[in-house]
């Protein structure tokens, strides 16, 4: 398809187990952002790619997030040791150089920490 | 840091009747102002946006929005809502200095009723 490909779709894991979350995003898309969207609350941004520089990892909340991208295409979000918090749907967008601020949206991965 | 504020975090209203939803935000220095709407079970998508000249700026589905830089605002508005503009509406900022990176307020969800 021509969107943002997130997968999977709904995860519930236990406490303490590592899950992966995979983004595939929109073909020639030099920017990749993740986001977490909790219950109640607004999108939190967790980590952002531009091309080939350093990501702006400012907002991973603790060294159990980390995020890899390959180039610029499939990125993965990976979080260790899970806990309870970390319950929340994790939204990931790709947006191109030409517009200022239009990202791309996947319909996210929602994950349930039990 | 930049910040964004919804205060209303649901807002009922008639078919046919007009609508504002608000947006406040601050900054220390100069941003561009964003609109996305997720309607149910879908990704975000961009509604409008402002990065400079005219202060009123015209979205898709008949809604527009005014930046007013004296009061911080960027309030959404539609003279007359339909019941497919049920949805959550998200603001969102990003500094014009550099980055990309939104930071998004914790959305209004809009429902129309008949």
């Known amino acids: 398809g021509a969107g943002v490909s997130q997968s999977p779709s709904n995860k519930v894991t236990e406490k303490g187990k590592d899950v992966e979350l995979r983004c595939d995003p929109i073909?020639?898309?030099?920017?990749l952002y993740w986001y977490r969207q909790r219950l109640g609350q607004g999108l939190e941004f967790l980590i952002y790619?531009?091309?080939?520089?350093?990501?702006?990892k400012s907002g991973l909340p603790s060294d159990r997030f980390s995020a890899e991208r390959t180039g610029e295409s499939v990125s993965t979000l990976t979080i260790q040791r899970t806990q309870q918090e970390d319950s929340a749907v994790y939204l990931c967008?790709?947006?191109?150089?030409?517009?200022?601020?239009?990202?791309?949206f996947g319909e996210g991965s929602r994950l349930t920490v039990l | 840091a930049q910040s964004v504020t919804q205060l209303d975090s649901q807002v009922p209203v008639f078919e046919e009747a007009p609508v504002e939803l608000r947006c406040n935000y601050s900054?220390?220095?100069?941003?561009?102002l964003f609109w996305y709407v997720q309607y149910p079970n879908q990704g975000l998508q961009l509604l409008l946006k402002y990065l400079s000249g005219s202060t009123l700026v015209k979205g898709i589905n008949g809604f527009e929005a005014e930046f007013n830089k004296s009061q911080t605002s960027f309030h959404l508005r539609k003279p007359s809502v339909h019941i497919s503009d049920t949805a959550e509406y998200f603001c969102a900022v990003m500094l014009t200095g550099g980055g990309n990176k939104l930071t998004f307020g914790t959305g209004t969800q809009l429902k129309v009723e008949l």
């Open positions: 790619f531009q091309g080939n520089s350093a990501p702006d």
């Open positions: 900054s220390s220095v100069s941003v561009y």
């Open positions: 073909s020639g898309h030099t920017a």
């Open positions: 967008a790709s947006s191109s150089s030409m517009n200022t601020g239009e990202l791309f």
